[in-house]
Nanobody, 121 residues
Framework: QVQLVESGGGLVQAGGSLRLSCAAS????????MTWYRQPPGKQRELVAG???????NYADSVKGRFTISRDKAKNTVYLQMNSLKPEDTAVYYCNADVRTTFYSSGRNYWGQGTQVTVSS
């Protein structure tokens, strides 16, 4: 089994910064994509930023220039540095990873439990 554990959420004033972490553990052979999603109150979950095993990255337009995704492959950990935070960034942030548990298995999606980010105006 694979577990994803997020950390780093909290309450911050507008204009401030937070750094989220998501560590994957368990039976892991390899991880392809690692992605951050968020779900604002009363809204659907949306993609924030993603990175692949080849180090390509993509961002939602709403966070470009403010958020940076990075990854420590040795630690199976992905980070989300969030700067210039706005009240509209308030959401539960979830980590997602595409994990192969053996050489022969195909990738499977796993989700973390989420971490709350609240930005006050």
């Amino acid at each position: 089994q694979v577990q994803l554990v997020e950390s780093g959420g909290g309450l911050v004033q507008a204009g401030g910064s937070l750094r989220l972490s998501c560590a994957a553990s368990g039976r892991i052979f390899s991880i392809d994509a690692m992605t951050w999603y968020r779900q604002p109150p009363g809204k659907q979950r949306e993609l924030v930023a993603g990175t692949t095993s080849g180090d390509s990255t993509n961002y939602a337009d709403s966070v470009k220039g403010r958020f940076t995704i990075s990854r420590d492959k040795a630690k199976n950990t992905v980070y989300l540095q969030m700067n210039s935070l706005k009240p509209e960034d308030t959401a539960v942030y979830y980590c997602n990873a595409d994990v192969r548990t053996t050489f022969y298995s195909s990738g499977r999606n796993y989700w973390g439990q989420g971490t709350q980010v609240t930005v006050s105006s």
